[in-house]
């Protein structure tokens, strides 16, 4: 297939796709694309990264570290609900469930330039410093994962470890490695927000 066919190719399935809000789809995904390009290489935030993808489901593991007692970390995290004060690509973070361990959310997130709304279903363990996460509604793509918290042996810096089983829902013409940008600006911008609660620079 030569190279304008699978541009119309494209172009016809994201307007197939997006039926009325085809264009919208369309600049969605050129915004994507070129949002993407800064997630490439080594990023400061991410310590580790491993994203292979089978078909339609990427398995993820992502570490980074973050310089405060485990403690304090894990106390920021149990407050979700500041993700949108704390990170320019949280739009909303509001609770809509809260039931001792367990929290229900609405989040709208910008994922490379284009904004997504989920709702997803949080379980804390405080004895394991674990967060089990999973998304209740999605668009794009279905999560089951957790973030676990290890302290440093000097107990001054955490581990923060992210994994995760990720499914797509719909099929796009994006490549993986757009999608993997999409990943890793999510978990960075998470562990920047938990800095910037905790008043790290």
Same mark, same amino acid.
Request: aromatic letters at 6%; one cysteine or more.
């Given at each position: 297939?030569n190279?304008?066919?699978r541009a ?9 796709l997006g039926g009325v809000?085809?264009c919208?789809t369309?600049?969605?995904?050129f915004?994507a694309?070129s ?5 490439e290489?080594?990023?400061d935030d ?8 089978d078909?339609k489901?990427?398995?993820i593991e992502?570490?980074?570290r973050?310089d405060?007692p485990?403690?304090?970390v ?5 407050h ?6 704390? $990170? /320019?690509?949280?739009?909303? +973070?509001e #609770?809509i469930k809260d039931?001792? &361990?367990v929290k229900?959310m609405e989040l709208?997130? %910008?994922?490379?330039?284009n ?11 405080d004895?394991?410093k674990t967060?089990k996460i999973?998304?209740l509604?999605s668009?794009?793509?279905d999560?089951?994962?957790s973030?676990?918290?290890?302290a ?11 994994k995760?089983?990720?499914t ?6 994006? $490549? /993986?490695?757009?999608q993997? +940008?999409? #990943?890793?600006?999510?978990?960075v &911008?998470?562990v920047?927000?938990i800095?910037?609660g %905790?008043?790290i620079?």
């Amino acid at each position: 297939m030569n190279r304008k066919l699978r541009a119309f190719t494209m172009v016809a399935a994201l307007v197939a796709l997006g039926g009325v809000v085809g264009c919208d789809t369309i600049s969605g995904y050129f915004r994507a694309r070129s949002a993407a390009v800064k997630w490439e290489g080594k990023i400061d935030d991410i310590a580790f990264a491993n994203l292979p993808k089978d078909g339609k489901v990427f398995t993820i593991e992502m570490h980074s570290r973050i310089d405060a007692p485990v403690d304090k970390v894990w106390e920021e995290m149990k407050h979700p609900e500041k993700l949108s004060s704390n $990170s /320019e690509q949280y739009k909303k +973070s509001e #609770i809509i469930k809260d039931e001792g &361990n367990v929290k229900e959310m609405e989040l709208h997130v %910008l994922t490379l330039d284009n904004l997504q709304t989920l709702t997803v279903r949080m379980e804390f363990d405080d004895a394991t410093k674990t967060l089990k996460i999973k998304t209740l509604t999605s668009s794009m793509a279905d999560i089951d994962g957790s973030y676990h918290l290890e302290a440093s042996p000097d107990g001054q810096k955490t581990a923060y470890i992210y994994k995760a089983i990720q499914t797509d829902k719909v099929n796009l013409p994006i $490549s /993986e490695d757009v999608q993997r +940008s999409a #990943i890793k600006e999510s978990f960075v &911008n998470q562990v920047r927000a938990i800095k910037k609660g %905790l008043g790290i620079s």
